[in-house]
Structures are given as structure tokens and as C-alpha cells.
T-cell receptor, first 115, second 111 residues
Framework: DTEVTQTPKHLVMGMTNKKSLKCEQH?????MYWYKQKAKKPPELMFV???????INESVPSRFSPECPNSSLLNLHLHALQPEDSALYLC??????????????FGPGTRLTVL | LAKTTQPISMDSYEGQEVNITCSHN???????ITWYQQFPSQGPRFIIQ???TKVTNEVASLFIPADRKSSTLSLPRVSLSDTAVYYC????????????FGSGTKLNVKP
């Protein structure tokens, strides 16, 4: 199974709402990633978890709060977002070390619209 | 991290071979070159990865010259379904890492 799943596929939220994005993989990968992608732009790295610990935070605003409750799950909690946060949010996973660490498997993304 | 430069877009016709070049002048000794494909509103998909010379798999070939300052992704006999954005990434691969996507190349395959 080389699939990364993300829920929901689409999300519309107001600026005062609290919502969460979910990501799951069952490939035994111990590195998981969140990316943000605006239209016609490349994915931008937000966070990296390795062995369930936050290892990289690319200076993302605190209104985005990641969580890795176990080795298969990755969440992104959203609160008080701005309209400019509307984007496709991508989750990915890879081996944490060894040759497979350079190959990421991406989910289909969650299309987020902030009103 | 090595910066990459790719053409913004390329056009091709069905059945042709397409070569997309990526420039990475400051590639480090332990960096590998990885290519991803992305369709609209989908996550990127791994295509191929290599360190030097030539790598081939069932969908593409990757050519890397001896100085490793550039690489070329070769797609044989493209079809309309190969219309996508292709990203070249450069970096170490033996540990999880920051993966920075460059601007990518939009390939348009015409009938």
C-alpha cells in the first residue's frame, strides 16, 4: 500500500472557525510533511515530523498547529485563518533515513477556502 | 540547499520524446536529483531519482553529466495524459530533509 490519504478533500471555513486536516499513511514511514500550495505555484514546505517529533518548522504562523499522534497519522489544526491561507494543503510521507528518505509519497491534498 | 532552474513551460506533440533540463550549479557532493510530476489539484508523484550518469525506469530516464551541474528528464513517446508540471529537486536523501520545490516546468502535450 503506497497511499497517503487526506481528509477532508474540500474545506470551507470562516476566519473564526477551528478545523483540522487529517493525513494517514500505512507504509511504515517515520517522516511526515505538510506543504501548502497556492494556485500555479510550487508546494511550500511547512512542517516535518520525524519519529513523531516536530523536526522542521518553516516559520509558519501559529494559527497553523501540527500534531503527530502516532506514526501513521498527521494532523494540521487550523484556527483564526486569513483568506490568504486559502490553498491546497498537501501531506507527504517518506522513510526517515536510508535510501527511501529521499522519496516522498504525497496525498491528494485538502482544498481549503477561508472566507 | 542547491537551487534549481527549469524552463517555465514546454510544448510537445503526442508520440514525441520530451527532454526537460534542470540546472543546479551548486549541487553538493551528497545531493541526489529527484523529479516529480504533478497534475492539477493532485499531490506530486515521484518519477525518478539519480546521482550520476543515467537512470531508467518504466516511465522515464534521467541523464546526469559528469559535473552534475544539470540533469535531463527524458519522457519517451508522450501522450496527452503526460500534460503536467514537472519539478526537479536536489538534496541529500539518506535522511529526511527539507525538500524545496523549484518553479517547475509546465509540459503541454498537444494532439
Amino acid at each position: 500500500d503506497t497511499e497517503v490519504t487526506q481528509t477532508p478533500k474540500h474545506l470551507v471555513m470562516g476566519m473564526t472557525n477551528k478545523k483540522s486536516l487529517k493525513c494517514e499513511q500505512h507504509m511504515g514511514h517515520r517522516a511526515m510533511y505538510w506543504y501548502k500550495q497556492k494556485a500555479k505555484k510550487p508546494p511550500e514546505l511547512m512542517f516535518v515530523y520525524s519519529y513523531e517529533k516536530l523536526s522542521i518548522n518553516e516559520s509558519v504562523p501559529s494559527r497553523f498547529s501540527p500534531e503527530c499522534p502516532n506514526s501513521s497519522l498527521l494532523n494540521l489544526h487550523l484556527h483564526a485563518l486569513q483568506p490568504e491561507d486559502s490553498a491546497l494543503y498537501l501531506c507527504a510521507s517518506s522513510q526517515a533515513e536510508g535510501l527511501g528518505a529521499g522519496t516522498q509519497y504525497f496525498g491528494p491534498g485538502t482544498r481549503l477556502t477561508v472566507l | 540547499l542547491a537551487k534549481t532552474t527549469q524552463p517555465i513551460s514546454m510544448d510537445s506533440y503526442e508520440g514525441q520524446e520530451v527532454n526537460i533540463t534542470c540546472s543546479h550549479n551548486n549541487i553538493a557532493t551528497n545531493d541526489y536529483i529527484t523529479w516529480y510530476q504533478q497534475f492539477p489539484s493532485q499531490g506530486p508523484r515521484f518519477i525518478i531519482q539519480g546521482y550520476k550518469t543515467k537512470v531508467t525506469n518504466e516511465v522515464a530516464s534521467l541523464f546526469i553529466p559528469a559535473d552534475r551541474k544539470s540533469s535531463t528528464l527524458s519522457l519517451p513517446r508522450v501522450s496527452l495524459s503526460d500534460t503536467a508540471v514537472y519539478y526537479c529537486l536536489v538534496g541529500p536523501i539518506y535522511n529526511f530533509n527539507k525538500f524545496y520545490f523549484g518553479s517547475g516546468t509546465k509540459l503541454n502535450v498537444k494532439p
